[in-house]
T-cell receptor
Framework: DQQVKQNSPSLSVQEGRISILNCDYTNSMFDYFLWYKKYPAEGPTFLISISSIKDKNEDGRFTVFLNKSAKHLSLHIVPSQPGDSAVYFCAASAKGAGKSTFGDGTTLTVKP | DGGITQSPKYLFRKEGQNVTLSCEQNLNHDAMYWYRQDPGQGLRLIYYSQIVNDFQKGDIAEGYSVSREKKESFPLTVTSAQKNPTAFYLC????????????FGEGSRLTVL
């Protein structure tokens, strides 16, 4: 049973527009959520995170929203840039678990 | 510069051979992890260690083994018992904290011929 799901394998947006990447989870014990960005043949790099005590966290062009009742989070990128083209992974962890569970990723393509 | 170094970057192996992937970190992180990525899939946890001389199985530990004799090092051995070892392997480390933010290496691509 996949506990973290990213239902859209790919997303294509125009440069300057908003990119919205979605993630759903099933484990109610998850209390910390992270987004990572990955380029081909490289390791993922941390992008932004949010604790379950918050419903929004913003860092520059990146904003993560958390809806605990729906067990849903989303990453907004505004404005999108061609350099944002990458695979984005959603991950979740539970306090004390010592490990993160990842979704399958969404490939974002930002067209000039 | 601080970071995580994985080696080799590319590795070819014949069926039936064991192979060991190296992972070294100089971030002074307590926790280290091994993930596997297959095409179109997410990262699946193989093994993790939160302290020296201790490690736990992840979701797909069968056919793999690890050791954690030093804080800086967490090598992964892919044994002949692993039925489908061709994959991209990622090592990561983190501070043991509530945030769980992972720092990843560049990855090792293993191909079984």
């Amino acid at each position: 049973d996949q506990q973290v799901k990213q239902n859209s394998p790919s997303l294509s947006v125009q440069e300057g527009r908003i990119s919205i990447l979605n993630c759903d989870y099933t484990n109610s014990m998850f209390d910390y959520f992270l987004w990572y960005k990955k380029y081909p043949a490289e390791g993922p790099t941390f992008l932004i995170s949010i604790s379950s005590i918050k419903d929004k966290n913003e860092d520059g062009r990146f904003t993560v929203f958390l809806n605990k009742s729906a067990k849903h989070l989303s990453l907004h990128i505004v404005p999108s840039q061609p350099g944002d083209s990458a695979v984005y992974f959603c991950a979740a962890s539970a306090k004390g678990a010592g490990k993160s569970t990842f979704g399958d990723g969404t490939t974002l393509t930002v067209k000039p | 510069d601080g970071g995580i170094t994985q080696s080799p970057k590319y590795l070819f192996r014949k069926e039936g051979q064991n192979v060991t992937l190296s992972c070294e970190q100089n971030l002074n992180h307590d926790a280290m992890y091994w993930y596997r990525q297959d095409p179109g899939q997410g990262l699946r946890l193989i093994y993790y260690s939160q302290i020296v001389n201790d490690f736990q199985k992840g979701d797909i530990a069968e056919g793999y083994s690890v050791s954690r004799e030093k804080k800086e090092s967490f090598p992964l051995t892919v044994t002949s018992a692993q039925k489908n070892p061709t994959a991209f392997y990622l090592c990561a480390s983190s501070r043991v904290s509530v945030t769980g933010e992972l720092f990843f290496g560049e990855g090792s691509r293993l191909t079984v011929l």
